[in-house]
């Protein structure tokens, strides 16, 4: 079976965060660097944003921005509004 690559990048943030329990957009760029899939290119924030988007709507996953403790990302059982 063949996964589509945007599926893929998903999946591979997903774990990303997960792996990494809270991590900051720096480091996820430095990760995603270190994969195939970036062609040696930094994910675009607005490429992430979308991809968080996207994350919420196909897997009920939240994707969680702590701002009051250095701007890093984790993975959150709901959504806060």
């Known amino acids: 079976m063949n996964i589509p690559t945007k599926l893929k990048e998903y999946i591979w943030l997903v774990n990303t965060i997960r792996k990494a329990r809270r991590i900051t957009f720096a480091e996820i760029n430095e990760r995603w660097l270190e994969t195939e899939m970036s062609g040696g ?5 607005a490429t992430f944003n979308r991809h968080n988007d996207a994350i919420e709507d ?3 996953i ?3 921005c702590d701002r009051q403790n250095g701007y890093k990302y984790w993975l959150n059982q709901k959504k806060n509004e």
């Open 62 to 64: 939240f994707i969680d």
């Open 41 to 45: 290119v930094d994910l675009p924030r």
């Open 58 to 60: 196909i897997f009920g």
